[in-house]
């Protein structure tokens, strides 16, 4: 059974950092394969991309970035461990929501509850 379980969120001011994580277990060897990704529902709204990293043997991806967060945000994995964070600097008010994470390989999808950011001004 795939499980995502996030972690990191938290309360913070204008200006602070978080660094989520996000642990995943039962696709073992696979998660290299796995394309990897953050997104975001602020309360009320739909959910929308943050970041992305995909998935692959043999070579490096570059990572895709949600406009509002490049240079502030960066998404990275670390396929020993089947883990993915996110590290978030310079954080604003309009980056409150519950953050989640997504992995996805060759039509499999999984999501995880996420972990709630919230930045006051």
């Known amino acids: 059974q795939v499980q995502l379980v996030e972690s990191g969120g938290g309360s913070v001011q204008t200006g602070g950092s978080l660094k989520l994580t996000c642990a995943v277990s039962?696709?073992?060897?696979?998660?290299?394969?796995?394309?990897v990704g953050w997104y975001r529902q602020p309360a009320g709204e739909a959910r929308e991309f943050v970041a992305r990293?995909?998935?692959?043997?043999?070579?490096?991806?570059?990572?895709v970035y949600e406009n509002s967060v490049k240079g502030r945000f960066t998404i990275s994995r670390d396929n020993d461990r089947g883990t993915v964070y996110l590290q978030m600097e310079r954080l604003v008010p309009e980056d409150t929501g519950l953050y989640s994470c997504n992995v996805r390989y060759i039509g499999r999808s999984y999501w995880g509850r996420g972990t709630q950011v919230t930045v006051s001004s």
């Open positions: 039962g696709i073992a060897d696979l998660f290299p394969s796995f394309d």
């Open positions: 990293l995909d998935g692959g043997v043999g070579f490096v991806s570059s990572p």
